[in-house]
């Protein structure tokens, strides 16, 4: 081979891989475009650009401003919420112990634990929050006027314990949780003589934490003698084998043996031992009464949020008297509620990918059960004093070794007397009129509690009603009250709540004939022994003043058979939730007999007929839908609908103008946004997660234009018992979305109000309580504050997302009354609540029964909209991956009622043909009504007016994206073009001179 030819062929195989590099280069290209334009909206979420702008077609004049700041800069709103939210902490945390170490005088300190140097200022998954600007919690009592021990400050911080720290899941669940604590033995002689300088208290801290995904462990088995590295959702995740073989056994709420060891070494070296509780779970608390460990006082923190830890310095110095009540009732074992025995990780028999939970206690959750069978033992009924449930070798159960703090339990520096003046009922509201007077000579603030018991009758035995021997059904919190100081309290009561849910008689709610009583007491347990005074009852654990109690008898009542939002009948939709629609031989706890019912670990056998129930539903077609009107030009705008009431007319004149695309577009794609709809001038809107701060938007975040605040958690602000925080809160969350400004953070979702059905849910931290009725409040009173400020709220887990082991596929069943009377009465105030109530609801990921909660009718268009009257959108938990969520479909959900997808990916949950389906197309009107119904309301029309158009536009990073494709296929072309003409010149430049070459040999030839 001559060498040109030799040439040529290395320049085509140069050209030709040149070729292929560009090639490979524009394939990259198109892959990175397609995807870009799958998350397009999410992508923009992000980076907080907008992608839409807005055209004024009118004069300009109308005031199109809806929604306003109260402050009138960042700073001035910032300032604001750290000063409400110190004030909710001031208020939430509890004094669980005080044997007269607090309040202390500002002195020398020292702090033990590694989660002193740690703090859980918020909690895992979406419940996350930004610590950039907290206090750690050295800072906040140093504010507080106390010195703090510099040398084990070090320790925890820079020495030997300052890689020492507690493991967490991650927010898929994968990993485990383990608590590691920094021995007492690795204290060296620096760390031991500083002590002495250092003793006017030891402050303990001890922090259990939560997350989405994964419940916290109820024993540690083998497998924790073993360190883990396993591929976790968010990167490698390594966990450390547990701190000692003593641990095997013990649960995530009580303490390790290095804690009890460091508590123990610190009772031995200081007169005053203090315990911080860092923990949104109720944690098992037994040490607190044990000699050994010397513990003077306990303070509950909760998950203090960003400033919360300063309200430690404010409580412990005496700055502020506490005032916080516990929302969970403290058992001395926390493995001893009945819902203990069907919890966690469950699979159906003769499935092995059917996971359930059965909730068997019924209504007996938290203090329902340990107060009604206190009750049951004082009176002799039921079966009570048996064995089953109390501690392994007890021969009989008492109250006083269940139960350590009873729910609304909390102590103060201060001592309060409460006197029940009167107490009137008319027209179906019991008003109870309360003077409380400050006894003691502290400045501080108490709870008035009210409680009530409905009658256990014959009927009720019968027919499987349950009763709880005592509920709240109101509370109130005081002014802050000089020493001897007084102030009259009024708390109405509606005698709806009184009312139970009877499934198996009438079908419905009924108040039963009977003698009724609503007392006031100190905590659940105190008002049931005044409830049992004023019935004539001595033989009770304390003695209970009747004069705290009334006694109303009432005549049966049939009124709350009927909706009073909508006036429709309220008649069983949970029957196929219902254990007993499947084996007709099962039994709920009942204290008619508690022995004989206790709950026992449930086998649930996979049936065909529960095989077939399980399968992903699949949407039907109804043959008698006709296609709705598209494409009108009616000249309206969802500005003009901003007063317009959802049953108006007007609406379907407005819903006539969507294009089928813009509703398909609009229900499919709503993660963490709804999509503008350009027809009706519908701006799109940016949904942020987390229950305690604006920064949460998918797993990435969210990109904001003003700073926002991290609040403490949700059981911090439930702990106040005021209501008004909570409403601050709301408030305070909302105007942090309305610094947003045109970016539109208009949705959140949040408050969270599943319920403390055990103390192991993995989110407990992030739910108000064990008891629906305070949780309704809660979350009613934040719902409110942030639509005052034009939030859409999506109130959430609904429902019966009451733990977090396969939560994304757990049947969960249980009886209609617990259904009802426990876990839907958290989200009823808020859905129900009309012009103050949510815009939103987000469902559960769990089956209601055997099926997706999104495709339960019954539960989300009956309840939700037949008997609540809601007029918003109803919302899926994450959708974003068919793959993992199938049961999410979008034919059945949409048939049940469900109106967005939580889904940022622009290609998922495709409909075949819907444009020409009549029912998808209904059903697609009907969501995309809803979902702009909740728009309409919401800080995203702040700036359109009635004559504004709204019109899509490439946010910034499109522009760019779309610059660098231009100039990447300039280039391709260019390249492509310059390879392919050096090809031809090498080609050329051969045949050339190979034509000469044969010229030559042929001149040889002839010569």
């Not at 509606?494 to 006031?520: H, M, P, T």
Request: charged letters at 20%.
């Amino acid at each position: 081979m001559t060498d040109q030819k030799k040439s040529s062929g290395s320049i085509t195989r140069r050209s030709a891989l040149g070729l292929g590099g560009i090639g490979v280069g524009a394939a990259a290209l198109g892959v990175g475009n397609y995807y870009a334009n799958k998350y397009a909206p999410i992508i923009s979420t992000y980076l907080g650009q907008k992608a839409y702008e807005v055209k004024e077609t009118g004069d300009g004049t109308e005031d199109n401003q809806y929604f306003k700041s109260s402050y009138g800069s960042s700073d001035e709103r910032l300032a604001a919420d750290a000063q409400a939210a110190r004030e909710t902490a001031q208020e939430g945390f509890v004094l669980l112990k005080n044997d007269g170490a607090l309040p202390l005088a500002a002195g020398k300190v020292t702090l033990f634990g590694v989660s002193s140097a740690s703090i859980l200022y918020g909690g895992g998954g979406s419940g996350t929050v930004d610590t950039s600007t907290a206090p750690t919690l050295k800072e906040a009592l140093e504010s507080a006027g106390f010195q703090i021990n510099p040398t084990m400050w070090s320790f925890y911080t820079e020495g030997a314990a300052s890689s020492i720290r507690m493991d967490v899941a991650d927010i898929a669940g994968t990993g485990r949780y383990v608590i590691h604590e920094a021995s007492a033995e690795l204290f060296g002689d620096a760390e031991e003589q500083s002590l002495a300088e250092y003793s006017d208290a030891a402050i303990v801290t001890f922090a259990r934490s939560g997350s989405e995904s994964s419940d916290v462990p109820r024993a540690y088995d083998e497998s924790y003698l073993e360190d883990m590295d396993i591929k976790g959702y968010a990167g490698d995740f390594h966990s450390d084998r547990l701190d000692s073989r003593a641990d095997l056994g013990r649960h995530y709420l009580e303490l390790t043996a290095t804690e009890e060891a460091l508590l123990a070494y610190v009772s031995e070296r200081f007169n005053k031992v203090i315990v911080l509780v860092n923990s949104g779970n109720a944690m098992e608390l037994a040490f607190l009464d044990e000699a050994a460990y010397g513990v003077d006082a306990c303070l509950w923190i909760g998950n203090p949020g960003q400033d919360g830890l300063y309200a430690v310095g404010d409580i412990l110095s005496g700055a502020v008297s506490p005032s916080g009540r516990t929302v969970d009732t403290y058992a001395y074992d926390s493995l001893s509620a009945p819902a203990l025995q069907n919890f966690g990780r469950n699979v159906m028999s003769g499935s092995d990918k059917a996971p359930f939970v059965v909730y068997q206690e019924g209504i007996y959750v938290g203090y329902k059960y340990y107060e009604t069978r206190y009750e049951d033992c004082v009176l002799g009924q039921g079966s009570a004093e048996a064995a089953v449930g109390a501690p392994e070798g007890a021969g009989s159960w008492s109250y006083s070794d269940a139960v350590q703090f009873p729910f609304g339990f909390g102590l103060s520096y201060t001592t309060f007397e409460q006197q029940l003046l009167d107490c009137v009922e008319k027209d179906g509201v019991a008003t109870l009129t309360v003077e409380v007077r400050n006894a003691g000579t502290v400045a501080g603030r108490d709870v008035v509690e009210v409680y009530g018991q409905s009658p256990y009758t014959d009927y009720d035995r019968e027919n499987g009603v349950e009763k709880s021997a005592i509920q709240l059904v109101g509370f109130a919190k005081t002014d802050e009250l000089a020493p001897s100081a007084s102030q009259t309290v009024e708390v109405q009561v509606s005698l709806a709540d009184l009312k139970s849910y009877d499934a198996g008689g009438r079908g419905s709610y009924v108040l039963e004939a009977g003698d009724y009583y609503l007392a006031i007491g100190a905590d659940a347990h105190d008002a049931l022994n005044n409830v049992l005074a004023a019935k004539g009852v001595s033989d009770t654990d304390a003695a209970g003043d009747a004069a705290k109690a009334a006694k109303l008898t009432l005549a049966g009542s049939d009124a709350y058979e009927t909706s009073p939002y909508t006036g429709v009948p309220v008649t069983n939709q949970f029957e196929d939730a219902d254990v007993r629609s499947y084996d007709p031989s099962f039994v709920y706890l009942t204290r008619s007999d508690w022995a004989g019912t206790y709950p026992t670990t449930y086998d649930f056998k996979a049936t065909s007929e529960v095989l077939a129930a399980l399968a992903v539903q699949e949407g039907t077609d109804d043959p008698n839908a006709s296609m709705p009107t598209t494409g009108a030009q009616n000249g309206l705008t969802l500005a003009m609908m901003r007063d317009t009431p959802a049953e108006d007319a007007a609406w379907d004149d407005l819903l006539d103008q969507l294009s089928a695309e813009e509703m398909y577009s609009l229900v499919r794609v709503g993660g963490y946004q709804t999509q503008a709809v350009s027809s009706v001038g519908a701006p799109p809107t940016v949904c942020v997660d987390g229950p305690a701060y604006v920064g949460n938007a998918g797993t990435t975040g969210v990109t904001v234009s003003e700073k926002t605040y991290s609040w403490c958690s949700e059981v911090v602000i439930s702990s106040t018992w005021n209501t008004a925080r909570a409403q601050a809160m709301g408030e305070q969350i909302g105007e942090d979305c309305l610094a947003q400004g045109e970016l539109n953070f208009a949705g959140w979702y949040a408050p969270s109000m599943n319920i403390h059905r055990t103390p192991f849910s993995g989110r407990n931290f992030e739910y108000y309580s064990e008891d629906g009725f305070l949780s309704g409040r809660f979350g009613a009173a934040t719902v409110r504050g942030a639509r005052s400020k034009g939030v859409i709220t999506f109130v959430k887990h609904f429902a019966l997302n009451d733990q977090e082991t396969m939560r994304t596929k757990v049947a969960t069943l249980s009886n209609e009354q617990a259904i009802r009377e426990v876990y839907l009465a958290a989200f009823e105030p808020s859905v129900s609540g009309g012009d103050e109530g949510t815009l939103g609801i987000m469902l559960s990921m769990n089956r209601v029964g055997l099926v997706w909660s999104g495709d339960h009718r019954g539960l989300v268009t009956n309840v939700v909209r037949g008997e609540w009257g809601f007029d918003g959108v109803v919302i899926t938990d994450q959708a974003s991956y068919p793959q993992a969520f199938p049961l999410l479909a979008i034919r059945a959900g949409l048939g049940a009622g469900t109106d967005l997808w939580l889904n940022s990916g622009t290609d998922n949950w495709q409909i075949d043909g819907y444009a020409s389906n009549p029912t998808v197309m209904c059903q697609l009107r009907e969501a995309s009504r809803h979902i702009l119904y909740a728009v309409s309301r919401s800080l995203a029309m702040n700036g359109i007016s009635s004559t504004a158009e709204v019109v899509p536009a490439m946010a910034t990073w499109q522009k760019a994206l779309t610059g660098v494709d231009v100039v990447a296929g300039v280039a391709a072309v260019a390249g492509a073009w310059a390879i392919v003409r050096n090809m031809r010149r090498a080609k050329a430049k051969v045949s050339d001179e190979a034509q000469d070459e044969t010229d030559e040999k042929n001149d040889e030839v002839e010569a």
